[in-house]
């Protein structure tokens, strides 16, 4: 029940996101423009994290930095989470994740995993960036997005070349391709290379995520938890 409660809230989430897409213009005069927008966004969150303590408090600490008059250029996650759910394609894995940074130059995100012993001792740990929002078409100091990724249930690893292959192809010829391979529309995640993460369990993995910007910020990390099931909102 708490699980379809939390999706529930995602989704109610994710709608109200899609209404405060910040437009153009940059510094103090988008910040102004925008200040009420973000604002009620960010106490909606707040209002609606519930039993969710860590997003709430992350919520709230959002709302003093975006009030005290100073830019932070230091992003941080107010939520990460790792759902599987359903669609017209089938059953998938997202990563949700929801960023702040004033700025709004975030780039990617970063996993950490960390496998352990039955001591709690930790025997392996993983990182991987991924770049993921390179080929963002917009901005907001607010993110909220769907990742698609896959379960790593053995010893995948993320695809470099691939991924080096993706931010080095400009955005326009990506949509060409896409569309003249399948005959589809591009939707924003349509051509993210592959993303590998594992399961967290509390006894095995620890799964952690930090997001990074384009002038190199790097957030503090908040460990990952996993939730099924549901039906995923339609994203572009």
Known sequence: ???????????????????????????????????????????????????????????????????????????????????????????????????????????GFVAEEEIVDSNGVITTKLVEKYPVFNHLSYSSEVEFKFLPVLVRNENQRKPEEQWLKYINTPLQQQKDE???????????????????????????????VRAYDRAGNLSERISLVHEQKGKWPSEK
């Open 178 to 208: 896409y569309k003249e391979r399948t005959k589809k529309n591009w939707t924003w995640r349509s051509t993210l290379p592959p993303m590998w993460i594992s399961i967290p369990d509390p006894d095995k993995v620890n799964i952690h």
């Open 1 to 107: 029940m708490k699980v379809m409660k939390r999706f529930l809230l995602v989704k109610i989430i994710l709608l109200v996101s899609f209404m405060i897409l910040i437009t153009s213009g940059s510094g103090c005069e988008k910040r102004k423009a925008n200040s009420d927008r973000v604002l009620h966004y960010l106490r909606g969150l707040v209002d609606k994290s519930k039993d969710n303590v860590n997003m709430r408090q992350r919520g709230q600490l959002a709302i003093s930095k975006w009030q005290d008059g100073v830019m932070d250029p230091v992003l941080f996650i107010i939520d990460a989470v790792m759902m599987t759910g359903s669609d017209e394609d089938g059953e998938g894995t997202s990563l949700v994740l929801i960023i702040y940074d004033e700025d709004a130059d975030y780039l």
